[in-house]
């Protein structure tokens, strides 16, 4: 009987997605992005085995809770390093074929899976799922021209990519100094027999936080959901003032329990708002002592962890602040950075923009500060 391993990769930091956790552990429709690529490899694989990163083994075990599966290999400096110690970490299994597969790539189908297997069987080395460019092709020249790229005989490689164990473990060790960026082209250095497989256009990787609405889209998954969040402080002695996570010096502060962020404060009801997980108040009281003085980001990092904890994602937030001084405009890409930073999301994501009321009503007069905001959330099925 044909003994197969499954090597799932993802070690990754998935610098592209912007968010301070690594992107395969982010939620795809309610389920962790690495999951769903382990569970793909059930029932096809007698051994699975996953590589990751030196400091993700608590998020690493809060995601596979129940998987029979392989304790995890710390990966390497690059994918090829962690590959390879993966390959290294499977020979005590005696694997015949071993399906070396991105974790990033998690809507990859059985039906892919099994022509991967199919095509390994009749003798072929390495099998690779492939597809045909179909896009016109061009290549950016030195001198700022472009010149047109044959898409004849050119195709994109997916994983997973299946190989005869021995065969790519040999590349691997035989290869180390070059730098590859998937494992056909090692098979391709060491001369292996590749056979061609046809690739799946949903079999995409993840990369960006774009990337995860289209999956879910083609998962035919997903709710949407939108908050709405209002807050205002009045004006008190002191020397600076606190506004979407940036302190802003001026002639005096804003009153509150906490550090009297209206731009956060409305900005986390909105996330609260969209979960229907009540108020600001509700959860940080403004009687309880232990948040006098408090970062308003501490607030709105616990309104994302709840996000989070029900299979949700943020996709755009929009706060507008309302006053007549301090002037906003200097400081709006410091605070759309700093909101970004706190939701760990891309900055393309947050909006901060400002008006005054024209001189009418407490703002108007100066008296304070008001701020509303609108939060975005997208929700996958459990």
Known sequence: MTR???????????????GARPKQYLKLAGVPILRRSIDAFAGHAEFMLAVIGSDQSADYA?????????PPIIGGATRQESVRRGLEALIAHKPDFVLIHDAARPLVSSALIAR????????????????????????ENADGTWS???????????????????????????????????????????????????????????TTPEDIAYAERLLG???TRTGMGLDAHRFAPGDH????????????????????????????????????AGDIGQHFPPSDEK??????????????????????????????LICERPKIAPHRDAMRARIAEIL???????????????????????????????????????
């Open 4 to 18: 197969i391993a499954a090597l799932i990769v993802g070690a990754g930091r998935g610098e592209r997605m912007g």
């Open 62 to 70: 809060d995601v596979t809770p129940g998987l029979n599966i392989l």
């Open 116 to 139: 991967v297997i199919a095509a390994l069987e009749p003798g072929a080395d390495a099998a690779i799922p492939l597809i045909a460019a179909a896009d016109t092709l061009r290549r």
């Open 148 to 206: 047109l790229v044959s898409r004849e005989n050119v195709f994109r490689a997916q994983t997973p990519q299946g190989f005869r164990f021995d065969k790519i473990l040999a590349a691997h060790r035989e290869h180390a100094a070059h730098e590859v960026t998937d494992d056909m082209a090692l098979a391709e250095l060491s001369n292996l027999k590749i056979v061609r497989v046809a690739g799946e256009e949903a079999n995409m990787k993840i």
């Open 221 to 223: 998954a997903g709710e």
């Open 241 to 276: 003032v606190w506004l979407c996570g940036v302190k802003i010096p001026h002639d005096q502060s804003l009153e509150g329990h906490s550090d009297a962020d209206a731009g956060l404060h409305a900005l986390t009801d909105a996330i609260l708002g969209a979960l229907g």
């Open 291 to 320: 948040w006098r003085g408090a970062a308003s980001s501490l607030f709105l990092q616990h309104a994302a962890s709840l996000v989070r904890d029900a299979g949700g994602i943020i996709v755009h937030c929009d706060v507008t």
């Open 344 to 382: 760990g999301l891309d900055v393309s994501r947050i909006s901060v923009k400002a008006t005054t009321t024209e001189g009418m009503g407490f703002t108007g007069r100066q008296e304070g500060i008001a701020a509303q905001a609108i939060a975005t959330l997208r929700f996958g099925q459990k």
